[in-house]
């Protein structure tokens, strides 16, 4: 009889340890199938949550090998297919407070989903007598956002979050801010841009873990990258938009990024000078060539083709 | 085998080791890879967040002109990989779109077809040239050598626009060292985010997550760590030294591009691919297994 | 001991939404308390949509033909009253979800979009591709985080106290310290949702759906009425029970059996797929029965539902949720394949019994219940698709504005050492259970429940079979007295909390045997064998069950309110 065992990672009043179980193969089972048999049959006090068993809620997320996944929807067979193995490693996600063995603390991340305003502002001219309009074409623009369940696979294994959670929110507050910001029917995008802004929008660092985590197939990482646009063309304005802005300029002047006037742009004079020495060592090794700041970069073939491409989009956004 | 070659702007200055390397490389191993005449910077994961449409309509110029050599792209960056083959997919799934941006390209007397595929130079060495073929052309075994493979993220993630294997437990940096006669290292934060681009707006958790990497690899008792990537290549060793305030660890890990690292097996001295001066952590640990 | 003017309890689409209306009164402190997070509750599972006359594809629609419609599918157990009351305000209720965010799929004209559902004379049903209830539920979550409605998450209810006759306050274990406690209010709404989960497996509703409003009700001594009446969803999938929404028929999919014949043209000539759920429901399980069905006539068989006529198109852009369903828990494509479906326990008609649909008061002052969990009675014998939502934005909201009432106008109970010692019961009752180290456990208990449940108090019923269920209640009732809980940790036991749950689950589902066998007609969803016919002589009134003084379930009954619809034949 072919067998399947879990290694769980559990937690319970300040002590985290890993503990197997064993039990029989069943074809065409979920994860969270065999967190319910081991919980009925094996051991009462195995601790976890889920709900729907169907993909909607959002409650079941665990990690399977490292990866964050719904076990509701996650299959036993697809996961030992992958992976070669029977033995399968469960954990709570990522980037949450553990309360007991797989369940988190999801109290604690409303404060910070709340942050954004995640409420529509509704534009003066509806009611709740009339309700709103909106255009088949413009609702298509959000409606994917809606389909966050809030189950936190993104968060999970964000590498921001894992560095430092404190300046950094969890990717599907920027999917929920950004839903709004997209609502035609919402009056204000920067009632939940500007949030975002001040709570390190600028800071993901492009890890892209949100993006292959979410159930839904939705992308933070995409949303995160709306609001910096929005952001910017509101003119809220720090390092991070000012280091876009700066491989933006270098693209359109001669076609490739200046190593050198990059940090000065992106830094201001005075951390650019205070970064010296550190500049020096860079040039040292051949990293950085001063000299370019005062002979630029040759633009490359065809420059004026790609600044009139770049005069053809701006046509094209207004 | 000849590809149109998409070296990046960091190639050009802060990485020039690695254009050496590539070079060199190919040329050993008899890939022709022809440098894109006025190819332009792919965006690098900034300007796409204040101006799609340009790093868009850029990329797509970049891929036209491969198209108009006929010939595939080839990459040896793995924001460079995914930029492109991100415009790529959006201009071929979407026909609104494509001529959009086509009407934008016309503009400048370009249009984008869909008729080149854009690759990484690992991928190519796997699937078209073969490992057992590069095995073959190895003249200098790197035995002994411990190599912490490291993916970083964009060769890997999102899946959708990359998918050359399983993100989550990827073989091909552990089979091309594997290949080269050295043993491949694998460590916990081998498919971890090296921060470069948060390094200015995030500046303490990228320290931690560039500390924690090189740190882990040490652990791990590697020699040296190899990505496919030059981006996270300048992350780990330009910020190293400041990351060990962060995560200590003793001592320099260096830091190579694959690259260098074939070349290394194929009898490049590292002089010749910038290893002697370019790099800020020093590899001259590594000349023991030449 | 803390202290609220209305605690709503459940955090489902009428419990938010109740929240949400009494948290805008001034000066009123309200509190919602939720045994999980509040977006995962049952109203995210509704897919379809709500149902609201706002004629902006049939113009020829009216609030009068909607509440023919909900009267006539009611099986006329429906009070009419409470009907025209609800379908009056369900378009104010969805103009309402809308201005307040929720992401409706449109018309050409930019209005909330209506699709065809089962049971009704036009396209009615207001709909978010197929996730309604999802973006309803989120919406609501919204507006309550804007509110600043105080959620207390993982608190799980217990008991009411009741002081000289009206409310008192809530004993609560507080899940994440694994401590009890006491929750003093003038006014509790309970939307606890429905109790789907006496059959455990073969239902679409969550695990949560226990009954454990309607449990503790009873316990306070509020009746329940109309138990028997319990929804069994036409399409559930195959194999897991999970439902594929009513749209799968809406947007003009075939039912067929293994001949490959569209069979509900035997039954139902006229509306076909689109024929109300019971008498579809009813329709595949006797071509099943008759050995039409695929895989034989056990609980694996089915019949399968065929959308690949509709062409991609409609299947990605009106179904993608349905497909995603189908692929990933049925491992088939509806673009390419039929898909295995069979009827599942989806809801209850029944519930707490409401007696003031206008505030959704219960006879207990202080007690207001709404949604699943509550009988009020507008669904009668069966429920239309699309009235479940609705029923969560219409009463939600008067439940809540009842309460806030209420509240406004009344006095805490002179009850704190009632609560205080209903508290110590049940804290010593942790200690007990949890310490146990033999009995039979929990799991053994709940599987037997629910195969009794599908097997005797199921699709079809008789009086043998629903009598063997009963004892089979009455045994495994005893054997609860006795059995294994297993795990004595404070934090988090869950172990615990579906102790409590399955003693839920043995209380309402005696109510519901005990309403089947008494029901000696077929009506709606409910079908005994022996009684094939409705019986309007004997049987147009409720039956309401309530905790005798010697702790027997004594049966009371009421009329139906009728204003201006005869009873009449149902066909489709």
Request: with cysteine; net charge negative; charged share 25%.
């Amino acid at each position: 009889m072919r067998q399947i065992t879990y290694h769980i990672h559990r937690f319970n009043e300040g002590r985290a340890y890993v503990q197997s179980y064993t039990f029989d193969y069943e074809a065409d089972r979920t994860i969270l199938w065999g967190l319910q048999k081991i919980k009925d049959t094996l051991d009462p006090t195995l601790t976890f949550v889920a709900a729907c068993r169907s993909a909607v809620c959002g409650a079941c997320s665990v990690k399977v090998n490292g990866q964050a996944m719904l076990g509701c929807e996650a299959k036993i067979d697809e996961i030992t297919e992958r992976f070669g193995s029977d033995e399968i490693t469960v954990a709570p996600i990522g980037n949450f407070d553990v309360i007991r063995d797989l369940v988190v603390d999801w109290e604690a991340k409303v404060s910070r989903l709340k942050e954004v305003a995640p409420w529509i502002f509704v534009k003066p001219e509806f009611t709740t007598k009339t309700g709103t309009r909106q255009t088949a074409a413009d609702f298509k623009k959000f409606v994917m956002n809606t389909e966050c369940i809030l189950c936190g696979c993104c968060a999970s294994e964000c590498n921001k979050l894992s560095a430092n959670r404190e300046d950094f929110l969890d990717p599907y507050v920027y999917t929920k801010a950004n839903r709004f910001v997209m609502d035609s029917r919402d009056v204000s995008p920067m009632a939940h841009t500007t949030p975002a802004f001040n709570h390190g929008l600028w800071k993901c660092v492009h890890c892209m873990n949100c993006i292959t985590r979410c159930p839904k197939h939705l992308k933070p990482e995409k949303d995160i990258s709306n609001l910096r646009r929005v952001a910017t063309e509101a003119g809220l304005s720090n390092k991070g938009t000012r280091h876009a802005i700066a491989f933006k300029q270098d693209l359109l002047k001669t076609g490739r990024l200046n190593e050198v006037t990059m940090s000065l742009k992106t830094d201001g004079l005075l951390d650019s000078a205070k970064q010296g020495l550190y500049a020096l060592r860079l040039w040292k090794h051949g990293k950085i060539n001063p000299f370019e700041l005062v002979v630029p970069h040759k633009p490359v073939n065809g420059i004026e083709g790609v600044r009139t491409i770049g005069r053809a989009v701006e046509e094209a956004g207004k | 085998m000849k590809y149109g070659f998409f070296p990046g702007c960091v190639l050009e200055g802060a990485s020039k080791e690695d254009y050496l390397a590539t070079v060199a490389v190919a040329k050993k191993l008899g890939i022709e890879i022809q440098e894109l005449d006025g190819w332009t910077c792919c965006g690098a994961s900034h300007v796409q967040d204040i101006d799609p449409l340009l790093t868009l309509s850029t990329n797509a110029r970049n891929i036209a002109l491969a198209e108009k050599e006929g010939l595939d792209i080839l990459t040896v960056c793995n924001t460079c990989t995914l930029m492109l083959r991100e415009a790529k997919k959006e201009l071929d799934e979407h026909e609104v779109t494509r001529q959009k941006v086509n009407n934008i390209l016309g503009e400048a007397g370009m249009n984008y077809k869909g008729t080149s595929e854009v690759t990484h130079f690992l991928w190519v060495l796997i699937r078209e040239y073969g490992l057992d073929n590069l095995k073959a052309k190895v003249t200098r075994p790197l035995t002994g050598l411990r190599v912490a493979e490291y993916y970083g993220c964009h060769i890997l993630r999102p899946e959708e626009e990359m998918g050359f294997e399983d993100m989550q437990i990827p073989t091909s940096l552990a089979d091309l060292i594997t290949a080269l006669g050295a043993t491949p290292i694998d460590f916990s934060r081998k498919l971890d985010c090296c921060g470069f681009h948060a390094v200015y707006p995030a500046h303490d958790s990228v320290m931690q997550m560039t500390g924690s990497i090189n740190a882990d690899a040490q652990k791990e008792g590697a020699d040296c760590v190899v990505t496919p990537c030059p981006l996270c290549q300048m992350q780990l060793d330009m910020f190293q030294k400041e990351a060990k305030a962060t995560v200590p660890m003793n001592g320099d890990m260096p830091i190579i591009h694959m690259s260098q690292l074939i070349g290394l097996a194929l009898g490049c001295t590292p002089a010749e691919m910038g290893m002697t001066d370019r790099h800020l952590a020093s590899t001259a640990s590594l000349n023991r297994f030449l | 001991m803390e202290q609220y003017d209305v605690l709503v309890v459940g955090s489902g689409g009428a419990g938010q939404r109740a929240a949400l209306e009494a948290a805008r009164r001034d000066g009123l402190r309200v509190a919602l308390i939720t045994k999980i997070f509040p977006t995962r509750s049952a109203t995210a599972m509704a897919q379809g949509g709500v149902n609201a006359a706002l004629n902006n594809v049939a113009k020829e629609d009216s609030t009068e033909v909607h509440t023919f419609d909900t009267v006539k599918g009611s099986d006329y157990l429906g009070d009419q009253d409470a009907i025209e009351f609800f379908c009056q305000r369900c378009p104010e209720g969805v103009l309402e979800m809308d201005f307040m965010g929720t992401p409706f799929s449109r018309t050409d004209e930019g209005k909330i979009a209506q699709r065809n559902f089962g049971g009704q004379s036009y396209p009615r049903t207001c709909y978010s591709a197929d996730k309604t209830g999802h973006v309803i539920l989120h919406t609501t979550y919204e507006q309550c985080l804007k509110e600043g409605v105080h959620f207390l998450q993982e608190w799980y209810l217990l008991d009411i106290v009741v002081k000289d006759g009206k409310a008192g306050g809530a004993i609560i274990w507080n899940m994440k310290k694994g401590k009890v406690e006491i929750i003093k209010a003038k006014s509790i709404v309970l939307s606890t949702g429905g109790a789907g989960r006496v059959f455990w497996t073969r239902t679409t509703n969550p695990f949560l759906s226990t009954g454990d409003g309607m449990a503790v009700a009873f316990r306070a001594g509020v009746g329940l009425k109309d138990m028997e009446m319990i929804q069994f969803h036409p399409t559930g999938l195959g194999k897991t029970g999970i439902l594929m929404s009513e749209a799968v028929r809406g947007e003009g999919g075939y039912l067929l059996n293994v001949e490959g014949e569209r069979f509900m043209k035997k039954y139902a000539p006229n509306k076909m797929e689109l024929a109300s759920r019971d008498v579809v429901a009813k329709a595949i399980e006797d071509e099943i029965a008759a050995g039409r069905g695929f895989n034989g006539t056990g609980l694996d068989a089915y019949v399968v539902a065929d959308l690949r006529h509709l062409g991609p198109e409609v299947i990605i852009e009106k179904l993608h949720g349905i497909r995603d369903l189908a692929l990933c828990f049925e491992h088939c494509d509806p673009l390419t394949d039929p898909v295995p479906i069979r009827p599942t326990c989806h809801y209850i008609m029944g519930g707490i019994d409401v007696v003031d649909y206008k505030t959704c008061a219960t006879e207990i002052p202080g007690i207001f219940a709404s949604g699943e969990a509550s009988c009020i009675s507008i669904h009668g014998a069966n429920r239309l698709g699309g009235n479940s939502l609705a029923d969560g934005v219409v009463f939600g909201k008067v439940s809540g504005a009842g309460a806030a009432d209420y509240a406004q106008a009344s006095t805490f109970a002179d009850c704190d050492a009632e609560l205080q010692a209903k508290a110590e019961e049940w804290e010593a009752k942790f200690v007990e259970v949890t310490s146990r180290t033999s009995g039979r456990p929990v799991a053994e208990i709940r599987d037997e429940l629910a195969v009794a449940m599908w097997n005797k108090v199921g699709i079809f019923r008789n009086e043998a079979g629903i009598t063997e269920a009963l004892e089979v209640i009455e045994r495994l009732t005893k054997e609860y007295e006795t059995c294994y809980v297993g795990d004595s940790n404070r934090t988090y036991n869950m172990a615990f909390v579906n102790y409590v749950e399955i003693k839920s689950m043995l209380t309402v589902a005696k109510a519901i045997a005990l309403g089947a066998l008494n029901r000696k007609e077929s009506r709606g969803a409910h079908v005994r064998e022996e009684f094939p016919k409705r019986d309007d002589s004997q049987y147009l009134k409720h039956t309401i069950w309530k905790l005798g003084a010697n702790g027997e379930y004594e049966m009371s009954e009421r009329d139906v309110v009728f204003t201006k619809y005869e009873p009449q034949e149902r066909k489709y």
